[in-house]
């Protein structure tokens, strides 16, 4: 064999960066490059990016299945694996139905990948119980522009950044999380563009921002509605375009008439004036660009917070053309593709309803045979339901919700009660120990498929390496277990078949196939005969729903506000060297050196008051949980503020997290919740959580 290089796209988050896999002769991979002239990334890397060989590395693969004995597992073959999880599988569909059964895909893991899932779920198990992170991550966004644009993604492209006038960053932090385009942004404004953050922490950006506002968290609707009022009192809004393009313009306005940002000013803790100057600058900007992430949609009013900023770039038409829009960051590497192929409870390939009988009928006779017709339950719904003993079987791939989701003990509790957890993974997860059988899986870089990033673009990924020891592609191992659960569905010959059966049936894909994709350096949908080679602006002359519609949202306060025992509201943030659970970038000794296992940010202000000195082992206590780590001192979060990222699993900030949730899309409030903070003895390392766990 002689050494190779392989262009693939980055296994990290959604700017789908492009990357070159150096493998050497022994078939071993030995390092990583950027792709120069990548449309997106145009040859630069982040760190994790750059840490890419770390994180798939062989060391501590899973090569293959394991079993559950008692409290060890053993190595056992695929077969004997497949046998006994379709038997498990079988029994709990005579006793309890499909209702009790559910699969969790992954937004890691390819279209194909994810393709496979949710028709494993729906024609083979016939439930609509298939979920993924999205859930709590942009499910408002999928939900909210839905309703208001009728298409819940990116409306512009990466590139827009170096077309606009005006980036508004509100609820997002790319320097850390979309580190590619941080990069862009602060080039974008070196080059002349004006930068507004939006942010209750002082962010890299907002740092540098011509403006930062330090809203309140959770006040994201009250700074909206004031500047909509602000820009109707002033006859800011672009009335043509408001009566050619959209409806509910008079409800709108009706609604947000006495909302004056003096009215805000205790709710958002923002200057009027302040408002007032913000509403102006993005208003008559010619062309103004919004950039959005989780300090939007991780609130029980997600939803509506979506809603509001979809209100405010229609009334300006800041929409339809180069550098304008309305972008949701869409956080993982392929939490985009992940959606548009379905594995959503309410929604089949390409978001067509899993409700509407000619969509039951259209994937009935694709797929030859009945499809489930019941509604689908929500990852947490499934862990509250198995609580309640009425979910039973879970299958899972490619996500560690036992430090990812809200509420761990909650999580822990859930899944210990399941008479069958099955999770395929790379390596031993928190939410994998405590499966009954742990499959071996490929990473990125062992299969071939799909990604599509943050704007739209689908990019093939190829296969550089071979699977450690036994492990296999996700859709590979789904078949397998379909067969043995009687189906030939998922009998795909390779990827691209899953990918041209995909296409098909899903509208926005149906003029995609691999060699096209390859060639133009992925493709952006939709993409089909109205626009064979993709779109990178949505909605320039119609919207998907023909008008958009402008919908008038009531500021709703946070779930669990601070009181005398829990003084300190908690947010959740992340860390440019470490992604999710931290299972991949925790691997690389490069990135582990760049931070503690675990930290948690505090005002000076605060840290005084506490007698918390700088790197001092703390406790941090919810309703719901307790965790040990240290105090990292910084006016980077106001006073009465703290924050914790969420990757370590030591000291899980999940443990403390409020499960309380969006009504429309069971969202969790991921972004607040009330704790007390407390030093522990001078001297004491902080204890991780199974430490405190064993504790009586
Ligand atoms: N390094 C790294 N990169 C990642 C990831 C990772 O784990 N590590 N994860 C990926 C994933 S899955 C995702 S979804 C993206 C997420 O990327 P982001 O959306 O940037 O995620 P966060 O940092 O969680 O939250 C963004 C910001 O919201 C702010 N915020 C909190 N409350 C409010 C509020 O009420 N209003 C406003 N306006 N802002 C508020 C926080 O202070 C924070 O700066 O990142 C992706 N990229
Ligand atoms: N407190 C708090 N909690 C949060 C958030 C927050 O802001 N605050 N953010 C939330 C958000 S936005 C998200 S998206 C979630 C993310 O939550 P998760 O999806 O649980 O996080 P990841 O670390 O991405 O987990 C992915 C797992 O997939 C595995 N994997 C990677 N590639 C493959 C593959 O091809 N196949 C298989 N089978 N496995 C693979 C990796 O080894 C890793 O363990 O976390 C959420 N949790
Ligand atoms: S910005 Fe995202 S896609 Fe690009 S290298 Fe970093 S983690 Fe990978
Ligand atoms: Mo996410």
Known sequence: MSSSRVQTICPFCGVGCGITLKVDERGRLTGVEPVPGHPISHGKLCEKGWSTAYAIRPDNRITQPLKRCRDRFEPVSWDEALDDISQSIREILDESGPAAIGVISSARA???????????????????????CARICHSPTVAGLKQTLGSGAMTNSAKDIFATDLIVVIGADPTENHSVLGGQIFAAQ????????????????????????????????????????????????????????CDGFDELARQVETITPESVESITGVDAAQIRAVAKIYAQAEKAMILYGMGITQFVSGTQNVI??????????QIGRPGTGINPLRGQNNVQGACDMGC???????????????????????????????????????SKAALAGEFRGLILFGEDPVVTDPDQNHVRDAYKQLDLLVVAELTMTETAKLADYVLPAASFAEKEGTFTNCERRVQHIAQALQPPGSAMGDWQWLNALAQRLGSDQLNWPNSQAVFDEMAALNPAYLGMRYDKMIQAQGLQWPCNDDAPNGTDILHRDSFPIGKARLIPVHYT????????????????????????????????????????????????????QLKITRYAPIGVRSRRGYIETRAMITPDVPPGLVS????????????????AQDPITKMPELKACAVTVFPLPAGQAPKDVAQLREEP
Request: hydrophobic share 40%; net charge negative.
């Open 344 to 382: 959503l409870p309410n929604v089949y390939p390409g978001y067509q309803g899993a409700d509407n009988d000619a969509v039951q009928q259209k994937f009935n006779q694709a797929w030859q045979g009945e499809v489930a017709n019941q509604p689908g339950l929500t990852s947490l719904g499934m």
């Open 644 to 659: 914790m990222p969420y990757h370590f699993k030591e000291a899980p900030s999940n443990q403390l997290t409020n499960t």
């Open 308 to 317: 509001a900023l979809s209100d405010l770039a229609l009334v300006c038409g």
């Open 190 to 245: 070196q080059h002349g563009a004006k930068l507004i953050v939006i942010d209750p922490r002082q962010t890299r950006l907002a740092k540098v921002a011509d403006i930062h506002l330090q809203l309140k968290p959770g006040s994201n609707i009250a700074l909206i509605n004031a500047m909509l009022q602000v820009i109707f009192e002033e006859n800011w809004h672009n009335a043509d375009f408001i009566a050619e393009r």
């Open 110 to 132: 390819t279209n194909e990948d994810n393709y496979a899932a949710q028709k494993f779920a729906r024609a083979v198990l016939k439930t609509n119980n298939v979920d993924h």
């Open 557 to 608: 306060a946070i779930d669990e506000s601070v009181d005398a025992d829990y003084p300190l509201l908690l947010t959740t943030n992340r860390l440019h060297f470490h992604y999710g659970c931290g299972s991949m970038t925790r691997k690389s000794p490069l990135l582990e050196r760049e931070t503690p296992p675990g930290l948690l940010f505090i005002h000076p202000d605060d840290a005084r």
